[in-house]
């Protein structure tokens, strides 16, 4: 079975600096695909961004990129110029490409942006 | 132009009693999902449709039963609350074989038994 660990469950970054947020997975796939998801506090679910584990190229979404390290079987995700906006919960996922595409969700990091 | 709404946004409701939660998307997806938030903000899966038939069902009591009448709707029914089934309820909708099969979710039922 799938395990994913977010191993941070708070962390706090000053207003227009970067941070990072650590994600690991425990899988025997070879073929997957992983998400970061925020939660602001109005509780939608927003994707932040992806990443299919056969591409060795880091996804990045402007000022949000991923460290993917499949060896390793870890996914971190950096912000960078951190706004307000950014205070959310983050949540890292991990969906197998075959069968039942049902995701399996970290427990979570909660990111207060300070400003 | 939503495109996965859930009904009602919230519910309180009393130990015993049952309930029902509405999902709809408009997307054209041909799977649906039900996952569970708790207290703690742990998701997990519930269960899954893919038109119109059940693909997951996870070990959930039997108390909380999918209803999928069409492949735009999956509603949730719970029977006999109990104050362990207080949490945040997403839908989810997918379309399998599209890039990286995304999930969309829906703005989530929070539901409150006393």
């Known amino acids: 079975a799938q395990t994913v660990t977010q191993s941070q469950p708070e962390m706090s970054v000053q207003e227009a600096e970067t941070v990072t947020l650590s994600c690991t997975y425990d899988?025997?796939?070879?073929?997957?695909?992983l998400f970061w998801y925020k939660q602001p506090p109005s509780r939608q679910m927003i994707l932040v961004i992806r990443q299919e584990a056969y591409k060795q190229q880091n996804a990045t979404e402007n000022r949000f990129s991923v460290n993917f390290q499949k060896a390793a079987k870890s996914f971190s995700l950096k912000i960078s110029d951190s706004q307000l906006g950014d205070t959310a919960m983050y949540f890292c996922a991990f969906m197998k490409r075959s069968g039942t595409y049902k995701y399996i969700f970290g427990t979570g990091t909660r990111l207060k942006v300070l400003a | 132009d939503t495109a996965v709404s859930q009904t009602p946004k919230y519910l309180v409701t009393q130990m015993g009693n049952d309930k029902s939660i509405k999902c709809e998307q408009n997307l054209g997806h041909d799977t649906m999902y039900w996952y569970k938030q708790d207290s703690k903000k742990f998701l997990k899966i519930m269960f899954s449709?893919?038109?119109?038939?059940?693909?997951i069902n996870e070990t959930v009591p039997n108390r909380f039963s999918p209803k999928s009448p069409d492949k735009a709707h999956l509603n949730l029914h719970i029977n006999s609350l109990e104050l362990g089934d207080s949490a945040v309820y997403f839908c989810?909708?997918?379309?399998?074989?599209?890039?990286?099969?995304?999930?969309?979710f829906g703005p989530g039922t929070r539901l409150t038994v006393l």
């Open positions: 449709y893919n038109n119109k038939e059940l693909i």
């Open positions: 899988t025997s796939e070879n073929n997957y695909y």
């Open positions: 989810a909708s997918s379309q399998p074989g599209t890039a990286y099969n995304e999930q969309f």
